[in-house]
Every structure is written in structure tokens, then in C-alpha cells.
């Protein structure tokens, strides 16, 4: 385990641990995870312990997850930067409030970014904006079919979840105005305030009062549309210190699509979804994420995965992760 996790409070540990999905939905949500944890915690001192979690980078945001094609658009790119213009390029990137993710590989395509934003045309005109800003067209490669999505990761095996509670019930509501979603998007990007009344905090910043913003996060979480609502953590600082974009070439749709279900099984593979080859230049369409704890881990995963459904005869290019220039969360109310 690595020496900040060593360091830290072990039932703060297991509340991150648990609570990265299913963050309480009610006025003082820290109030009640502190009233569920074992020992002496009061809502002042989880909210301190928190804010030193964000600190030391292991917590990225508590907020929202979403599920693709249910609010705005977005889509992955690929820059293939020399390398003595790498940092200012990354550095540019990074600058624009859209790019969320923001990556170096060990590949030709050596910058991998997120770009989120209300439509597909804001994602075109961002994707333009940095074209003509560095003189490098970017690669577009939008999702076209999801197989397996999820970044939450179990870093106490040895817990059994289950210190975060459940949500008091909130009352339905109607939907808000398309103009006060945006809003309330565009406030969730940031993550939630660690203060007293986060819900209240976030509504007073976007217009909307904390029943408003409650039942719109409850009713977008029972839709589908909230994938995931929690602790966002950064994985390199749990120990997930390698981690790799392993693409795959398969030109027969129906194979691509059996092969995709078997990847998207694998313990291992955090992320399986398909998006379009770019020829001549790209020619991989199913994309794998494997995370582990170090370089010699996920190579010895890659090489089980390919034997064990007799992959090594398919075109495949591993790239892996070698900087991260900036980790946030989704901006989908900017248009």
C-alpha cells in the first residue's frame, strides 16, 4: 500500500472506499456519514479529513458520473505532438474548461483528452479551437457502442463495504427547465462543496434552491442518467500505478461485438467500449482499460486475458499511461 494510504485514518479509508457510489441524497449528507462511522467523528472533523484527502490528491471530487449520450456530448481525442512540443501543447489543452482528462501515452498518438460539452457541435468547436491554436488536427473518436463502464476501485479488499448509508428517500419531483439542468451541470463539475449543506451550497451558485438540485440529482440517478454518484478518487494515488489503453483491430462488426462481451467480463478491465477507426492513420475500434498496481501486474493481465480467449493472432496496440496533466470532472453545461 503506498505510504499515504499507510498514513491515513483507516475508517476514513473504508468511508471513500464505500461511499463512491451511492453518496447520500439529503440536506447534511456529511452530518450523516459521520453519525455511521466508528469512533468519535463529528461533521467537522470528516469535512476536515476530506478537504486533506483532496489535498494530498487521493480524492478528486464528490459528485456525479454520467452515463454517455444522456446529457451533452462528448468524446475522446488523440494528438500526435513532437515531442519537444509536448508540455506547451498538454499545457494548452489542459487550459481549455471542456477537456476534463487529459493524458500522455507511449504511443505515436502521445496526448489522449476528454472534451465534454452541451452538444456536438460546442465538442467540434473545442476540438477546433485547439487545431488551430497548435497547427495538430486532433483524432475524433466519439463512443459509439458501451460494453463496460466503471472507475470505481475497491482499494481495501480486505473490507466489506457497507459504512456508507443508504439515502433518506427524496421526494419526486418534474424535471427542471433545460436551462436550469445546464446550470446545475455545469455546478456539479466542480464536484460537491465540503460544507455543512453541500446540496444548498451548489443550488445557490447555479440559482436553484437544495430541494431543486436534491430532486434533479435523485431523478437524473434513477434514470440511468447519473451513472455513478460518490467519491471520485484518483487511482494512481491508491496504488493503481500502471495502467494501459490496450486497442484492439477487429473489422468484422459481429466478431468485434463477441469479443468486446468476453473483454468486458475480465475483472481487469475497468473500461470496454467502441469507437470509429480513423484510417490510414487509426485502424482500432475496440478499446480496453486494464488498471494495476504496477507495470509487471498489468502486463502479466494483458497476456492472461489474451490467452484465455486466444487473442494473440488480432492487431493490438498498448498505451500506456506515462503522465496525467489533468483530472476533472465533466463540464456538459458549457455550450
Not at 460494453?147 to 427524496?170: M, T, W
Not at 475500434?285 to 480467449?309: G, K, N, V, Y
Amino acid at each position: 500500500m503506498p505510504e499515504l494510504l499507510a498514513t491515513m485514518d483507516p475508517v476514513l479509508l473504508r468511508l471513500i472506499n464505500d461511499c463512491q457510489r451511492d453518496f447520500p441524497l439529503c440536506p447534511q449528507p456529511f452530518a450523516l456519514l459521520a453519525a455511521a462511522m466508528p469512533g468519535e467523528w463529528s461533521e467537522p472533523d470528516l469535512l476536515a479529513a476530506l478537504r486533506q484527502a483532496g489535498q494530498d490528491g487521493l480524492l478528486s471530487r464528490i459528485g456525479a458520473v454520467f452515463s454517455p449520450h444522456t446529457v451533452g456530448s462528448s468524446t475522446l481525442a488523440a494528438m500526435a505532438v513532437p515531442p519537444d512540443q509536448l508540455a506547451s501543447v498538454a499545457s494548452f489543452v489542459s487550459s481549455q474548461r471542456e477537456v476534463n482528462h487529459n493524458y500522455q501515452r507511449d504511443h505515436h498518438y502521445n496526448l489522449w483528452f476528454v472534451v465534454a460539452a452541451a452538444s456536438t457541435t460546442a465538442v467540434a468547436d473545442v476540438l477546433a479551437r485547439i487545431h488551430l491554436a497548435t497547427g495538430i488536427r486532433p483524432l475524433n473518436l466519439p463512443l459509439l457502442r458501451e460494453y463496460h463502464i466503471d472507475l470505481g476501485f475497491n482499494f481495501l479488499p480486505e473490507e466489506q463495504p457497507g459504512l456508507c448509508p443508504a439515502s433518506p428517500a427524496v421526494a419526486a419531483m418534474p424535471a427542471l427547465p433545460p436551462r436550469q439542468q445546464q446550470a446545475l451541470l455545469n455546478a456539479l463539475s466542480g464536484g460537491l462543496p465540503l460544507s455543512s449543506r453541500p446540496y444548498q451550497e451548489l443550488g445557490a451558485g447555479c440559482g436553484l434552491d437544495e430541494t431543486q438540485v436534491l430532486g434533479q440529482i435523485a431523478r437524473w440517478r434513477d434514470e440511468g442518467v447519473i451513472r455513478r454518484f460518490g467519491m471520485v478518487v484518483r487511482h494512481h494515488e491508491l496504488g493503481y500505478r500502471a495502467n494501459a489503453m490496450c486497442v484492439w483491430q477487429i473489422d468484422d462488426a459481429s466478431e468485434r461485438e463477441r469479443i468486446a462481451h468476453l473483454l468486458a467480463a475480465e475483472p481487469a478491465v475497468t473500461l470496454c467500449y467502441e469507437r470509429p477507426a480513423r484510417l490510414p492513420d487509426w485502424p482500432y475500434q475496440l478499446f480496453t482499460m486494464i488498471h494495476a498496481r504496477d507495470a509487471q501486474a498489468l502486463a502479466s493481465l494483458l497476456e492472461e486475458i489474451r490467452l484465455r480467449h486466444d487473442l494473440q493472432q488480432l492487431p493490438l496496440a498498448v498505451l500506456r499511461s506515462t503522465r496525467r496533466y489533468k483530472q476533472a470532472g465533466a463540464c456538459y453545461g458549457h455550450a
